[in-house]
């Protein structure tokens, strides 16, 4: 079974450009994250993802970033513009269910992305 | 405000020891605890995780301990192996999503 894939690896942009990021959850799975890791910090969720709809977006920073999920299957993160603290990784992440018995969700590979 | 804190920014442990990585939580409302694991240029991958209806979940050399009336739970490896060598982030379920603590890094000397 194919992991989640997320790219690019890596991307350094100026302050105030803009970056995309591409993610493609493990097939079947409805549920889609994003979170954001800074350096020295654990993940936090910018924005969740239930097929096409978003449950939880309250930590998406919305003046500068955005995401969307078109189709219930891959997604794309925006960040227009950057700034220079929005270096960080950005992780994906797919589940099957909200409410598996496990609750356990799994992680892409990750962007990072340097703003200079 | 953090609600998961791993307050042990780093761990060393002999190989063949026990590595015993902890974590506070502040809500108890909490009912589901997990602990995952990650390797440089990796994402996190799932380890082991424990109901609040538990107080201890064994998986070959992982067991996970809480303590509800601390709010701690804790996770301990043996006998710990170089490959175990990573960063180890606890995390909570709240709601519909997770938050992670900060992280542990571990380092298991040959």
């Known amino acids: 079974e194919a992991g989640v894939a997320q790219s690019p690896r890596y991307k350094i942009i100026e302050k105030r450009q803009s970056v995309a990021f591409w993610c493609n959850p493990i097939?079947?799975?409805?549920?889609l994250y994003w979170y954001q890791q800074i350096l020295g910090q654990g993940p936090k969720l910018l924005i969740q993802?239930?097929?096409?709809?978003?449950?939880?977006d309250s930590q998406l920073p919305k003046d500068r970033f955005s995401a969307e999920r078109l189709k219930g299957v891959d997604s794309t993160l925006k960040i227009q513009p950057a700034k220079l603290e929005d270096s960080a990784v950005y992780l994906c992440?797919?589940?099957?269910?909200?409410?598996?018995?496990?609750?356990?969700?799994?992680f892409g590979p990750g962007t990072r992305l340097t703003v200079l | 405000d953090q609600q998961v804190k791993q307050n042990s920014p780093s761990l060393s442990v002999q190989e063949g020891r026990i590595s015993i990585l902890n974590c506070d939580y502040t809500?108890?409302?909490?009912?589901?605890f997990l602990w995952y694991k990650k390797y440089p240029a990796e994402g996190p991958t799932f380890l082991i995780s424990?109901?609040?209806?538990?107080d201890k979940n064994e998986d070959g050399r992982f067991t996970v301990f809480l303590n509800k009336s601390a709010k701690h739970l804790s996770l301990h490896i043996v006998p710990s192996q170089p490959g175990d060598s990573a960063v180890y982030f606890c995390?909570?379920?709240?709601?519909?999503?997770?938050?992670f603590g900060a992280g542990t890094i571990l380092r298991v000397k040959s």
């Open positions: 992440a797919s589940s099957s269910s909200v409410q598996g018995p496990t609750y356990e969700q799994f």
């Open positions: 097939s079947g799975h409805a549920t």
């Open positions: 993802f239930q097929n096409n709809g978003v449950v939880d």
């Open positions: 809500n108890s409302m909490f009912d589901y």
């Open positions: 424990i109901s609040s209806i538990k």
């Open positions: 995390a909570v379920r709240y709601g519909n999503k997770l938050v």
